[in-house]
């Protein structure tokens, strides 16, 4: 019988071997933490379709940044949820300098100083359409009537002590008009994390259902990407970095490996996937029916993330993730 040329199971016997050879090791320093607030004290409103993760309150807000600190995540991104009765066809909750997100993250910062406050600014949370720009008048997108909106909405937090401004909107442009606003107004050090590839993608549906900002007509395909497309996706990018982004994520993060791996490679900037709701629930979801062991392959999910080139991971995991590696010596 012919001897195997060499024998790979030498440096697989046993866990120590195993970790002595690892190439890829998630690490709590990669974790963000996505976070909705919402008005009022004491609420945590719970969402059926994401187990585990809430409609907070400002005064929950903090208690979670404060879990999450302590844990050792290194930031966390807040999208606001405010009462419907509010919301407008320009997304003035959006840029009350005493709405939701300033008053949060003003909370977060002076409980938590060195947790790193990430403020999403898009419309569609704030619009009563939901759309994430503003309408013309035969209720097409405004793309550019939308820009002075957004840059409004990022000084806005900006101003509150944001430590980065994500723009989430897709609208063309929006990075060198927020990049502008906020040099003109001191805040030429708080960087720009701009959702460069983000696919109209059916995995938002969970975060939907949290944030309320589900579409009342029609749907994203006419500013999100085309799934099917990638050269588009290092196009956005590169015309991100040109105006000024600080941060480029991929979003969703595990159907698109392909573009992360392509935008790390061919930029080499520092890149974030968004492991969005939908990834997180359905992971949940196969585990909580006993279909999966969700710790596997919540680990194996993000170690794919991480192996395709992220920087960092945007995921609602975070928490449990951060917990499972104090326990242990990395995965
Ligand atoms: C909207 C926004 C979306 C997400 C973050 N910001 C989805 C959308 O286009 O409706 C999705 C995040 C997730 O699914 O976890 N600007
Ligand atoms: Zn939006």
Request: hydrophobic content about 40%.
């Amino acid at each position: 019988m012919e001897l195997p040329d060499y024998r790979h199971h030498r440096l697989r016997q046993n866990e120590t071997w195993r970790r002595a050879v690892r190439e890829t090791r998630l690490s709590v320093d990669d974790l963000v933490y996505p976070m909705f607030v919402t008005d009022g004290t004491g609420v945590r409103n719970s969402i059926e379709s994401m187990p585990g993760i809430y409609q907070l309150s400002i005064d929950q807000v903090v208690e979670e940044a404060r879990e999450a600190a302590d844990l050792g995540i290194p930031a966390v991104l807040i999208f606001g949820v405010p009462d419907e009765s509010t919301k407008d066809d320009l997304a003035s909750p959006g840029y009350d300098p005493e709405g939701i997100i300033p008053m949060a993250i003003k909370a977060i910062k002076a409980a938590c100083p060195d947790l790193l406050v990430w403020a999403d600014v898009c419309l569609c949370e704030y619009t009563d359409h939901g759309h994430c720009g503003v309408l013309g008048t035969n209720g097409e997108i405004d793309n550019d009537a939308t820009l002075p909106i957004l840059s409004k909405m990022a000084l806005t937090y900006a101003n509150a002590g944001a430590d980065a401004v994500a723009p989430s909107d897709m609208m063309d442009g929006r990075v060198g008009a927020i990049r502008e606003v906020l040099d003109n107004n001191q805040h030429s050090l708080v960087p720009i994390i701009s959702y460069a590839a983000k696919y109209s993608s059916s995995y938002y549906g969970p975060f939907r259902d949290i944030a309320n900002s589900c579409p009342s007509h029609g749907d994203r395909k006419s500013y999100q990407m085309d799934p099917s497309n990638v050269d588009e996706a290092m196009r956005e990018v590169d015309q991100d970095i040109a105006e000024g982004a600080d941060i480029i994520i991929v979003k969703p993060a595990g159907s698109y490996l392909d573009v992360l791996w392509r935008v790390k490679e061919n930029f080499g900037v520092p890149t974030a996937a968004y492991q969005v709701s939908g990834e997180y629930s359905m992971i949940k979801a196969a585990g909580q029916n006993g279909w999966l062991d969700q710790e596997g392959v919540m680990t194996e999910s993000l170690l794919s993330i991480k192996r395709a080139g992220a920087d960092l991971i945007i995921t609602y995991f975070a928490k449990e993730v951060a917990r499972k590696l104090k326990g242990s010596s990395g995965s």
